[in-house]
């Protein structure tokens, strides 16, 4: 899996225009700074965990791909078909924490990429390809982009990314 | 706050859901690692199955019912011709009988030897298959290796040319040669890859008969063309290709490995891989729905061959070096698979005739004889991999 991939696959699990959906209208910039913050956190864990998780399980890193496209592709097919609902929220910058972090932006599919990219690329590289989809996310709940039309538009990138993903681990040696 | 416990909840369902969805698609790889001693035993099983198991004429039992104790009767040259290949492949690496065994196999290329147009062929009808040739020069050519024998020089070069003349101007292979109108128009899947590698052991073992000159046109018509032209999807896996790449690689001046073959060979480990880990994820209960039943020993076997002759000629090529432990790892799991999946001793005791089944492999209650060939080969190229790898620790 590349690098690049990593990246494109981390924004579109992710889908900064959802995120910025159901992002607070009251002081949003603080909703997606504590939210970025908690994804990364959580992103850091599933990553260190990948290694003995995988084996634990018996599943390659390869296998682990396929795994994690597979289930960007159930978030993406959501985002493409499913408008998005008001979300329900904790009160001020807990925003961040409930809706935006979990269940909005730390999705199965984020997850599973995690997982997948640590085995794959290493810690310290998720971490890094994890940080455009988070200052996407800012930049789209900044600017006010959570509408249908780009939240749909997302999904169906996440849909040909996941699909990417899949197809990598179906040829990784 | 009103309604966050319902979101969360209705949020910990999805995560459940497509955990399970990919649970069910996704399944843990049963692999392992057969110690040395499991590969040669397995391996002499395997000759043992093929001395047990010829007929006077050098015919083998091609196809037996284990449930039934039935011989189910039918042949195949091509496969016979690989049969010899890994039996002189096993000679070789000193697995007792199989040279003994090989040599009666002949009886049958000796009887079954037809002249064309454009030279010596072997089969059954009017139509022979190049890959019967390509492949009986492997074995011919494996024997003149391991005993020093030269007395089948003469055929080995005339196979040679009647291979020649089966290479097209774009590098393709004919798949048939007619005894009167030559090489036809069709192609196989795997004929390509089989009459490359015959063409490359022979510039090998005779240089100056320009063997070389063929070989590179097929070698670039795999890389470049052969998928797209013959077999756009799905993609074949040629561990007859890998054969021919790993041989290419010893000879004097070996071709270089361009961009293009890289990639090549690179998909082809990615086929190879892939179908390793999905058949280590067939082990019955839920499996056998999302799965299916286990592969031929046939298919498993050329999935061990594809990836040990890729690795004996990654070993010698940095461009993999990154991957030499997992393609390492895949090629012990093909291997696992077989030593576990192949009939023993205890196994065979009940069985009507053991002597069929002793050493073989099933599907279904069904062997053919290539799943003893393609094991075996598989196995063999195991072991030298590993004494490769032994001899460049040693050295390092």
């Given amino acids: ?173 | 706050m009103a309604g966050i416990a319902p979101r969360l909840t209705r949020a910990l369902v999805a995560w459940v859901l497509v955990i399970g969805l990919t649970a069910l698609t996704v399944h843990p790889e049963r692999c392992g690692r057969p110690i040395d001693d499991e590969l040669a035993t397995s391996a002499q099983l395997a000759v043992d199955w093929f001395a047990n198991n010829i007929d006077p004429n050098g015919d083998f039992v091609y196809r037996y019912d284990r449930d039934r104790a039935v011989d189910e009767g039918g042949y195949n040259d091509t496969r016979h011709a690989g049969v010899l290949w890994s039996l002189w492949q096993a000679e070789r690496a000193g697995v007792e009988g199989a040279g003994e065994v090989a040599e009666a196999g002949f009886a049958r290329v000796e009887r079954l030897l037809k002249d064309t147009v454009v030279g010596p062929a072997m089969g059954t009808g009017s139509t022979l298959g190049t890959g019967t040739v390509g492949l009986l020069v492997a074995a011919l050519d494996e024997r003149r290796i391991t005993t020093g024998l030269t007395d089948q020089d003469d055929l080995l070069v005339a196979f040679g040319r009647t291979l020649t003349a089966a290479v097209n101007a774009d590098g393709s292979v004919s798949a048939g040669i007619h005894i009167t109108n030559g090489p036809n128009d069709r192609r196989s899947p795997f004929f390509t890859g089989e009459v490359l590698w015959a063409l490359a052991r022979l510039h090998i073992s005779f240089p100056d008969q320009g063997f070389d000159e063929p070989a590179l046109r097929i070698r670039q018509y795999l890389i470049h063309h052969r998928d797209e032209v013959e077999t756009p999807w799905p993609p074949v896996s040629d561990h007859w290709g890998a054969y021919a790449f790993e041989t290419m690689d010893r000879w004097p001046t070996p071709p270089q490995m361009t961009d293009a073959a890289r990639e090549w060979r690179r998909r082809q480990l990615g086929l190879f891989s892939l179908q390793v880990r999905y058949e280590s994820q067939r082990v019955g209960g839920i499996t056998h729905f999302t799965r299916g039943s286990i592969a031929l020993a046939a298919g498993v076997g050329t999935l061990g061959e594809g990836l040990g002759n890729h690795l004996l000629h990654a070993l010698d090529d940095g461009d993999l070096s990154e991957h030499l432990d997992v393609l390492v790892e895949r090629a012990d799991c093909a291997a696992h698979l077989l030593v576990t999946r192949q009939i023993d001793a205890i196994d065979a005791r009940s069985d009507a005739d053991p002597d069929r089944t002793l050493g073989a492999w099933f599907r279904l209650g069904d062997t053919q004889m290539d799943d003893q060939q393609h094991a075996l080969s598989a196995l063999l190229l195991l072991q030298q991999v590993r004494a490769l790898l032994d001899t460049l620790e040693d050295s390092a």
């Fill in chain 1, 1 to 173: 899996m590349t690098a690049t991939l990593l990246v494109l696959g981390m924004i579109v699990a992710i889908n900064p225009f959802r995120a910025a959906d159901a992002a607070p209208e009251a002081d949003p910039r603080r909703a997606i700074g504590v939210a970025g913050l908690a994804v990364l956190v959580l992103v850091v864990i599933a990553g260190a965990l990948s290694e003995p998780l995988l084996s634990a399980v018996g599943v390659t890193g390869a296998s682990a791909r396929i795994a994690a496209g597979i289930a960007m592709l159930a978030s993406a097919v959501r985002d493409l078909f499913v408008s998005p609902d008001p979300e329900p929220s904790l009160p001020g910058w807990r925003a961040g924490i409930v809706p935006l972090a979990f269940p909005v932006m730390f999705a199965p599919g984020v997850a599973m990429l995690a997982i997948a990219g640590a085995s794959n690329r290493g810690v310290a590289v998720l971490v890094a390809s994890t940080l455009p989809a988070l200052v996407l996310t800012a930049l789209a709940a900044s600017a006010g982009l959570g509408r249908r039309l780009l939240v749909a538009v997302g999904g169906a990138a996440g849909a040909l990314i996941a699909t990417l993903v899949v197809l990598d681990g179906v040829y990784a040696i």
